[in-house]
Structure formats: C-alpha cells, structure tokens
C-alpha cells in the first residue's frame, strides 16, 4: 500500500515534537521534505531530524511529484497563501490551527480545496486523543442522562512577550491573540462533543491594554440538539484554572481541555475517574487518522468545514458578534 510522502512548510516550535516526529513514526508515512526561510535553522532542523530533503522555496516543494501531502506549521497569517498554492498543485494539506486569521480566508481554502478535490484536514489535534474520544463515548451512552448544559473556565495570567513567540499577540500575524491560539482548541472540542451549532455570541475585551488582542472573552453556544453553555476566558487573571463541567439529567462530567487530568464522572452509580497516559506526540492519533485516511483506510473529514465552524464562532467573539446559522 502506498506510503504518503509528507513535507513541511514552517518547522518551527510545534513540529520539533507535538506533531513533526509523528510523520516519521506512523505506518504509512513518510517526511520527505522540509522548508523555512531561515536557512541555518532550516538546516539545523534537517540535521537533527535527519529530513532527506529541505529548501527555503516552498515551490520546489510544491512542484515535487513526490511529495504527497503538506504539513503547514506557519504562523496563522500565512496559512491561507499556503493553503491556496498547495491546492493549486493537487497537494492534500494538513493546516495548523487556527486554520487562518479570518472567516474569508477560511471560506477561500476551503473552496479552493474543494474545486481542486483536495483533502483539507485542519490540526484540531485533541479530537484525536483517547481522552476525548472517551469522553463522547461516555455522552453518547447515556452515562450522564440526557445532556442539558455545559460551563468551561479557563483562567491564566498574562502572558510575558517571548521574542521568539511574539507573533502570538500580533494581531495581523495571529488574528486574535490567545482566544484564537488557546480558545480555538476549546471551541473545537465542543462541536466535536456536542455537534452542529444553533447559535453563538460572545463578548471580547482588551483588559490589560498591554497587547493589541483581547484578553477576555465571554461566550454563549446554543447546539441543535438543544445542549447550550457557556465559555469564559481570562488570559490576564491569577494562577490557572482549566475546567470543563458538563451536566446531564443524570450526572455531570468535569475535565480538563488543556491538560492531561483524569476525566470525573459523577452518576448515578457513585463517582469515576479515567485517567489516560501523556502522549509523546500529542497530535500523532490525529496525524495517524490523516494519514490512514489519505491511503484509503479511514474516511475522515476531508472539506476543512469543522476548522472554518471553529473559526466562524471565534470571529463572532472577537468581535462582540453573533453567529446564527439557519
């Protein structure tokens, strides 16, 4: 069966172990190529990775008839112009999130991929995790009855201006600081627990007026299948906080997003905890769900929609907006 030959474009931070070893581990896969415009760290990572070929021109990757698929691990701002030149070459592509800086830009990708019948996955990772898997095993089973509402609290302080991280709280290179880096994965994790979306509004500030992005977001979502709850972000508070409660007619859920906590289970039969060992490539069943996917063996969702519904919800809290969908 046919090896997918994956290359990078971008191998900066989260590929050195969240997700670029995962391509050179997984049956099936192969990372035959990698690009950065810095050429001494592009080299550096080659090296070290022991990737085969690597350039600072993405068209040579692009134009390559042995490279199968792109993995672009770039700053949001550039995830669009990769992702349309990608598809212009009958690349599939594997996009970071969040899948753009914009819900036009997402909308573009999209249709471009689409017209040119390419695969568009975006990293919305934790869908892939035994944690949450187990978590819509436990909803869809009925262990908490019949699901009513959701509340999540996230609370961290604010963050130090990392030099090599800045990018994060550009607002044209990031789109929306750390709702959109750090919120977009709670977002996500919703719709992949409870479904199509009714509705969402959501109310944003810059508290700190340290950074040009927000700081502070507080969110409603209202699901077709009639579960609704809140969401409320603080990127300037005291110490962290990461909690997701879910409540049922029987029983609640309560877990973490961001970390690897044990999932709590209140029901009718007393109290349960799940635990799950730490991954050492937190994308890899993700990537392992690509790449089975792109040879045929899985048939996960290849339009990039659920990326541009995550991306539709965050722009509404940017924005002190709603979104309403028919």
Same mark, same amino acid.
């Given at each position: 069966?046919?090896?997918?030959?994956?290359?990078?474009?971008?191998?900066?931070?989260?590929?050195?172990?969240?997700?670029?070893?995962?391509?050179?581990?997984?049956?099936?896969?192969?990372?035959?190529?990698?690009?950065?415009?810095?050429?001494?760290?592009?080299?550096?990572?080659?090296?070290?990775?022991?990737?085969?070929?690597?350039?600072?021109?993405?068209?040579?990757?692009?134009?390559?008839?042995?490279?199968?698929?792109?993995?672009?691990?770039?700053?949001?701002?550039?995830?669009?112009?990769?992702?349309?030149?990608?598809?212009?070459?009958?690349?599939?592509?594997?996009?970071?999130?969040?899948?753009?800086?914009?819900?036009?830009?997402?909308?573009?990708?999209?249709?471009?991929?689409?017209?040119?019948?390419?695969?568009?996955?975006?990293?919305?990772?934790?869908?892939?995790?035994?944690?949450?898997?187990?978590?819509?095993?436990?909803?869809?089973?009925?262990?908490?009855?019949?699901?009513?509402?959701?509340?999540?609290?996230?609370?961290?302080?604010?963050?130090?201006?990392?030099?090599?991280?800045?990018?994060?709280?550009?607002?044209?290179?990031?789109?929306?600081?750390?709702?959109?880096?750090?919120?977009?994965?709670?977002?996500?994790?919703?719709?992949?627990?409870?479904?199509?979306?009714?509705?969402?509004?959501?109310?944003?500030?810059?508290?700190?007026?340290?950074?040009?992005?927000?700081?502070?977001?507080?969110?409603?979502?209202?699901?077709?299948?009639?579960?609704?709850?809140?969401?409320? %972000?603080?990127?300037?508070?005291?110490?962290?906080?990461?909690?997701?409660?879910?409540?049922?007619?029987?029983?609640?859920?309560?877990?973490?997003?961001?970390?690897?906590?044990?999932?709590?289970?209140?029901?009718?039969?007393?109290?349960?905890?799940?635990?799950?060992?730490?991954?050492?490539?937190?994308?890899?069943?993700?990537?392992?769900?690509?790449?089975?996917?792109?040879?045929?063996?899985?048939?996960?969702?290849?339009?990039?929609?659920?990326? %541009?519904?995550?991306?539709?919800?965050?722009?509404?809290?940017?924005?002190?907006?709603?979104?309403?969908?028919?």
């Amino acid at each position: 069966m046919k090896t997918i030959n994956f290359a990078i474009i971008g191998c900066g931070d989260v590929t050195e172990k969240k997700s670029g070893p995962a391509f050179q581990k997984l049956e099936g896969s192969h990372l035959a190529a990698v690009m950065r415009r810095d050429e001494e760290k592009l080299k550096d990572y080659a090296r070290r990775h022991q990737v085969p070929k690597y350039t600072t021109d993405y068209l040579e990757i692009l134009r390559d008839p042995s490279i199968d698929a792109v993995y672009i691990a770039t700053p949001p701002q550039c995830h669009h112009f990769y992702t349309l030149e990608a598809a212009k070459y009958g690349k599939a592509v594997y996009v970071e999130k969040p899948m753009a800086t914009t819900v036009e830009q997402c909308k573009e990708m999209v249709e471009a991929c689409r017209k040119r019948q390419v695969p568009l996955f975006v990293a919305y990772y934790r869908r892939g995790q035994e944690k949450f898997r187990k978590v819509k095993e436990l909803l869809e089973s009925g262990a908490i009855g019949k699901v009513r509402s959701f509340s999540h609290l996230y609370v961290s302080p604010e963050p130090k201006l990392d030099p090599n991280r800045a990018w994060l709280l550009d607002k044209e290179v990031a789109g929306g600081g750390l709702l959109f880096d750090v919120g977009s994965h709670m977002i996500d994790i919703l719709l992949f627990l409870f479904g199509e979306v009714d509705r969402a509004h959501g109310l944003s500030t810059n508290q700190g007026q340290v950074f040009e992005v927000n700081d502070v977001t507080s969110g409603m979502i209202r699901f077709r299948n009639g579960v609704q709850g809140t969401l409320q %972000l603080s990127f300037n508070g005291g110490g962290h906080q990461d909690e997701l409660r879910i409540v049922g007619s029987t029983g609640s859920l309560s877990l973490s997003i961001l970390s690897n906590d044990p999932v709590r289970l209140e029901g009718e039969e007393g109290v349960r905890e799940f635990a799950f060992d730490p991954l050492e490539h937190v994308q890899m069943p993700y990537i392992k769900r690509v790449v089975d996917t792109l040879r045929g063996l899985d048939d996960y969702d290849t339009s990039g929609a659920y990326g %541009l519904k995550t991306q539709e919800i965050l722009e509404a809290f940017e924005e002190s907006s709603a979104v309403i969908y028919n």
